[in-house]
């Protein structure tokens, strides 16, 4: 946890990563920042999303993801899917990784000794029994819905989790 420019506020940093950055992190990061500002936590948050491949780099969000998201009240447009790098384990706090195979990725990719807390982000934060979120790219419009119901249950967990830290390291 570092602190905010007025060293008042603890600032706490999250990176959510999938495969691609273009259907399941990105929501999760549009999710998550709507679920803080309405909890009046946004400015102690630096929120982020990657892919573990290159493979969109530059590109917005599933144009499925944008539709399911926007039908719920979430906008995706100006997010662009960008690579993890190993220097993403020194700017953040939590690092989330959608399913096993992004874990293990960046499992194997994490420097020694680094900042981040990395995590299966369902298995740690999910409210159902699945540990890992689905991956929608080659399904219909039902998967990109499971996407949202998972990543709102888990957003409102670690929302929890982080206020319970800021509120400990203000006392
Ligand atoms: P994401 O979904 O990892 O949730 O962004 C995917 C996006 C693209 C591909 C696979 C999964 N792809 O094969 O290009």
Known sequence: MHR??????PMVSVLFVCLGNIC?????EAVFRAKAQKRGLEQQLIIDSAGTSHWHQGNPPDKRSQEAAGRRGYNMARLKA????SDDFDRFDFILAMDESNY????AMQ???????LHLYLRDFGQHNL???PDPYYGG???FEQVLDLL???SDSLLDAIEASITKGRS
């Open 152 to 154: 709102e249950s888990a």
């Open 131 to 133: 540990h890992e979120v």
């Open 24 to 28: 399941r992190s990105p929501t999760a």
């Open 82 to 85: 960008r690579q993890v790098t």
């Open 141 to 143: 419009t039902d998967g």
């Open 104 to 107: 293990g990725d960046l499992a």
């Open 4 to 9: 905010s420019s007025n060293q008042s506020l």
């Open 111 to 117: 420097p020694p000794n680094t900042r981040a807390a």
